[in-house]
């Protein structure tokens, strides 16, 4: 009979403990997010999709890098007007998803150079 009574002891200690644990995470979760970390309300959101607009918003980011482009080299100017080329080709077929993929693998060729 002793042996029962621990056992329910025990378990009802460890639910305890575990109920503790998650009532410091729901308070932890109710704190207000410091303002630092909460984006700029006046800064509009950019809202992306899968549509011919974007992929030609995209390709006109492109193009306006690559007029501003003076100290890339050659070489990534290249592989940059490559896929800016293929993207607009795709997207005017309708194959907006590889379109924009193309488009945008081409921005971050420009700017990470």
Known sequence: ???GFVAVLCLSGLICALGIA?????????K???TDMVEDEKTPMAV????????RSLSRKVHNTLHRASD???SVISQAMYLEHEGERL??????????????????????S
Do not use: N
Request: net charge negative.
């Open 48 to 55: 992306t999709s899968d549509t011919l607009e974007y992929c």
């Open 32 to 34: 207000p997010i410091p």
């Open 22 to 30: 998650k009532a410091a995470e729901a308070e932890d979760m109710a």
């Open 1 to 3: 009979m002793a042996h």
């Open 91 to 112: 997207c005017a077929h309708g194959h907006l998803r590889a379109g924009i993929t193309h488009e945008r693998r081409a921005l971050a060729v420009l700017t990470r």
């Open 72 to 74: 890339i080299p050659g």
